[in-house]
């Protein structure tokens, strides 16, 4: 068998992988670049961009059941071409896949893009396309795939995955969607907004990964006021003539087909990881460190959703960052983390930033909360819903977290993920101008709470605060 030598073999050309090469080209190495399936990345064909097109249609689309509230007229009357509106977002879903490879692999030779699976024979040598890959570092980064149980896979397209679910032409009269992490929440609850009968179920107490309890039951109580979620129970799936019955204890319902998003899975299988050498996880993929992303003592680095940490795109690219960068070097480099940020792009948007609530000490940890009802920007946009918690250190001050439910969360996440990063104080925060009327006022107001429950307060006055 023909064998090639290069400086790095990077296994997946999406987010985490490309972001390797862009390392790896960086440091003037040789590379060669291994996709086995559709090249385009995840987030571009069947991920963060598709979904979030979606979102956007059906909440435009839902916005019309709040406009007879200030006259204006005819929006009973407004419809929607379901299949204008699934062309729609393949059309972008097509412009942002053509993007990212106008970007990338298009305009790689060919000899240094080889668009087949790849399988470890020794740690440092790959066997592809009837080939075998001499590397100095390795680079695994071959994302994850939708869960589905083998018993479900016998109902075929009745059961669909976020794979097939943007290809579709036009949308099913019903649905029951499993599994109420981020991915089925959103999707679900804009197939209910596009006019699909959607009832959701989880076998949790919990949707969208919440832990803070007060944040958990109001985005239970909201989504549950749009479609049926029924939780806490395993779902089960029958075939009842030419539906399927999905069964969670004593709740049922009859679809046209189901969402199955129940978790994805590391893309591993065939790839040879026990050539390695090293200890696997249960889910078979090996050990690795976080901040270098090195598997084991090897030249072999680990990164993106095949490694199941945090599987959301910024993280993916910096770990492809991290491998790349290490894979082209011989001294292994460690690198801080940023600081936890998860949005669900649901309405209102559930987020999570720093530590999580169950990770917190409530001996030390002190809570502000401000409920969106009042806030005066929130009923102006006609989106006074949801609950905003942050979490500080009691003694120091210092912003620990937040989980929220509420209007524009996706940027209030990040202003709190930022001061996080930096390591500000709820005092140093509220110094901060704040505009008026703007959702951060909300933000502001959990502050106050939360600052009168900690320790540390500003020291000295500020000219304003001495008038
Ligand atoms: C519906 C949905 C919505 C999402 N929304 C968001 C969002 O809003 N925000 C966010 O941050 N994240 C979101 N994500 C997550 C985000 O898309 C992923 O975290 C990210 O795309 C992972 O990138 P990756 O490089 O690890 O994997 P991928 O982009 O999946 O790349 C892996 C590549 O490796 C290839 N491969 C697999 N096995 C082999 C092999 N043996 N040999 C060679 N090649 C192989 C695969 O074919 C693939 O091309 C969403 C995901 C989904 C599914």
Same mark, same amino acid.
């Given at each position: ?103 990338? $692999? ?35 980064? $071959? ?8 018993? /479900? ?6 059961? #669909? ?72 129970? $395993? ?13 969670? +204890? ?29 200890? #696997? ?26 490694? +199941? ?78 609950? #905003? ?28 993920? /930022? ?5 500000? $104080? ?20 959990? #502050? ?11 020291? +000295? ?7």
């Amino acid at each position: 068998m023909e064998e090639r030598n290069v400086d790095v073999a990077i296994i997946g050309s999406g987010t985490a992988g490309l972001n390797a090469m862009g390392q790896v080209r960086r440091a003037g190495k040789s590379f060669v670049l291994i996709n086995g399936g559709e090249p385009g990345t995840t987030c571009a064909r069947v991920g963060c961009m598709p979904s979030k097109v979606m979102i956007q249609v059906a909440e435009d689309y839902h916005r019309r059941t709040h406009l007879g509230k200030y006259g204006v007229d005819g929006h009973q009357a407004m419809t929607l071409d379901v299949a204008e509106a699934m062309e729609h977002v393949q059309d972008l879903r097509d412009t942002f896949v053509d993007r990212v490879l106008g970007n990338s $692999t298009d305009n790689l030779p060919e000899d240094l893009f080889i668009q087949d699976y790849a399988k470890f024979v020794e740690p440092t040598l790959l066997e592809v396309a009837g080939q075998r890959v001499r590397a100095k570092s390795v680079v695994v980064a $071959t994302g994850s795939r939708p869960l589905v149980p083998g018993p /479900w896979k016998a109902f075929g397209e009745r059961v #669909l995955t976020t794979d097939d679910i943007f290809e579709l032409e036009n949308l099913p009269a019903s649905m029951a969607v499993i599994g109420l992490g981020t991915i089925g929440l959103e999707l679900g609850q804009s197939l209910h907004r596009l006019g699909v009968d959607v009832t959701g179920f989880d076998q949790l107490e919990t949707i969208a990964g919440t832990q803070d309890p007060e944040v958990s039951k109001c985005a239970i109580d909201l989504m549950n006021k749009e479609f049926p979620v029924h939780l806490g129970r $395993t779902a089960e799936i029958a075939l009842e003539g030419d539906m399927l019955r999905v069964t969670a +204890g004593d709740k049922s319902a009859l679809v046209d087909r189901v969402l199955c998003s129940i978790g994805r899975v590391p893309n591993i299988e065939n790839l040879g990881l026990e050539n390695l050498g090293v200890a #696997l996880d249960a889910r078979g993929v090996p050990k690795y460190d976080r901040s270098s992303m090195q598997v084991g003592d090897l030249p072999v680095y680990i990164a993106g959703d095949v490694n +199941g940490e945090r599987q959301i795109l910024h993280e993916a690219g910096d770990e492809g960052k991290i491998a790349g960068y290490n894979a082209a070097r011989d001294e292994i480099a460690s690198f801080r983390r940023k600081a936890p940020l998860f949005i669900n792009f649901c309405d209102p948007n559930i987020c999570a930033v720093g530590a999580r609530w169950n990770q917190l000490d409530p001996e030390t940890t002190a809570v502000g909360q401000i409920n969106f009802a009042p806030v005066g920007r929130a009923l102006i946009m006609g989106k006074n819903r949801g609950v #905003l918690r942050v979490y500080a250190d009691k003694k120091s001050g210092v912003i620990l977290g937040s989980e929220m439910i509420g209007p524009k969360g996706e940027n209030l996440a990040h202003l709190l993920c /930022w001061c996080i990063e930096q390591g500000l $104080t709820v005092g140093r925060l509220l110094r901060m101008p704040f505009y008026h009327p703007v959702i951060e006022e909300a933000l502001q107001a959990a #502050l106050y709470d939360l600052y009168g429950k900690v320790e540390a307060k500003n020291e +000295g006055l500020t000219e304003l605060e001495r008038i």
